[in-house]
């Protein structure tokens, strides 16, 4: 399976970004796959922003609680994650997984939120 990010950049303090996750190269559709988003700040560990289940439960991290939205459209095989409201703790490499059995991750997209 690969999975790859897009849609990161530079962002003022406030705007809004759209990620994208495309997976593709398994037998599996992603229908039957949970899938997420994990950030790495700057200096810190890796952290759960938000994830979307097969059946379509999404669990978000406090932190990003009513600010980012994650989504899935499987018949594209991807998923989103809509943030808005960005601030500049959310600054980071942000990485997608896709998982069933096995997790696969892509290589990360950095968005950085400063004016």
């Known amino acids: 399976v690969q999975v790859v990010e897009s849609g990161g950049g530079l962002v003022q303090p406030g705007g809004s970004l759209r990620l994208s996750c495309l997976a593709s190269?398994?037998?599996?559709?992603?229908?039957?796959?949970?899938m997420g988003w994990y950030r790495q700040p700057p200096g810190k560990q890796r952290e759960l922003v938000a994830n979307?289940?097969?059946?379509?439960?999404?669990n978000y991290a406090d932190s990003v609680k009513g600010r980012f939205t994650i989504s899935r459209d499987n018949g594209k095989n991807t998923v989103f994650l809509q943030m808005n409201n960005l601030k500049p703790e959310d600054t980071a490499v942000y990485y997608c997984?896709?998982?069933?059995?096995?997790?696969?991750w892509g290589q990360g997209t950095q968005v950085t939120v400063a004016s």
């Open positions: 997984y896709a998982q069933r059995r096995s997790t696969y």
């Open positions: 190269g398994s037998r599996m559709s992603i229908n039957d796959m949970d």
């Open positions: 979307i289940t097969s059946g379509s439960i999404t």
